[in-house]
């Protein structure tokens, strides 16, 4: 199971783009990085998941360097509802690989 | 296509009563999880079904809680009885890949918030 390591919170204006970077140092070959976004009162929300390079979607883009050793986030032109806890997912799974493991993940708040 | 429901989406029972919560996951989707979060702490997995088999319930805490999945659609879970510890915001979530789920994306519902008084 890789450790991941994630900004507790982080603060943006509407407008700006937002990159969180997510420390990933003992991911395992065969782990994707996954990121999933939730809201209040909702349940999480999967946005973007890769394994190398570069993946890109309507919501997100994710960084990854060669040594995969961290991934970034990136939300371009945040808005108020872009507030929101972001998770970072690598090889979090439980034994069984049958489930996910969420750590605290990074608060975002997007003010006007 | 219709999302991941949960209910009831809040429930306040005091100490002892017994309480029920329903999930209702996409349709076609053979995997269902639960998983919970207590105040101030991480999301935590309970158990997973496949259609209407338990493939792990390694996370579920002691034998207040029952989960189940007859006929591999909805899901129930049922806490009796309840203790203060209980409270706490309880989501489901279906998935669709049958096998390992490194890559599979699970679709959350809205979570039901269990408060125990």
């Known amino acids: 199971l890789a450790k991941t390591t994630q900004p507790i919170s982080m603060d943006s204006y509407e407008g700006q783009e937002v990159n969180i970077t997510c420390s990933h140092n003992?991911?395992?070959?065969?782990?994707?990085i996954t990121w999933y976004q939730q809201f209040p009162s909702q349940g999480p929300r999967f946005i973007i998941q890769?394994?190398?390079t570069k993946v890109t979607n309507e919501v997100a883009s994710l960084f990854i360097p060669a040594d995969r050793k961290s991934s970034t986030l990136s939300l371009p032109r945040v808005s108020l509802s872009d507030t929101a806890v972001y998770y970072c997912?690598?090889?979090?799974?439980?034994?069984?690989?049958?489930?996910?493991?969420f750590g605290k993940g990074t608060t975002l708040s997007v003010s006007s | 296509e219709a999302g991941v429901t949960q209910f009831p989406s809040h429930s306040v029972i005091e100490k002892g009563q017994t309480v029920t919560l329903r999930c209702d996951p996409i349709?076609?989707?053979?995997?269902l999880y639960w998983y919970r979060r207590v105040m101030g702490k991480e999301i935590k997995f309970l158990l997973h079904?496949?259609?209407?088999?338990?493939?792990?319930e390694s996370g579920m805490p002691n034998n207040r809680f029952l989960a189940e999945r007859t006929g591999g659609t909805y899901s129930t879970l049922k806490v009796q009885p309840a203790e203060l510890e209980d409270s706490g915001v309880y989501f489901c979530?279906?998935?669709?890949?049958?096998?390992?789920?490194?890559?599979?994306?699970?679709?959350f519902g809205p979570g039901t918030r269990l408060t125990v008084l």
């Open positions: 979530a279906s998935s669709q890949d049958p096998g390992r789920v490194s890559t599979d994306t699970q679709y």
């Open positions: 997912l690598v090889g979090a799974f439980n034994q069984a690989g049958t489930a996910l493991i």
């Open positions: 890769g394994y190398k």
């Open positions: 349709s076609g989707h053979d995997n």
């Open positions: 003992n991911i395992a070959t065969n782990d994707y």
């Open positions: 079904f496949v259609k209407e088999s338990k493939q792990d």
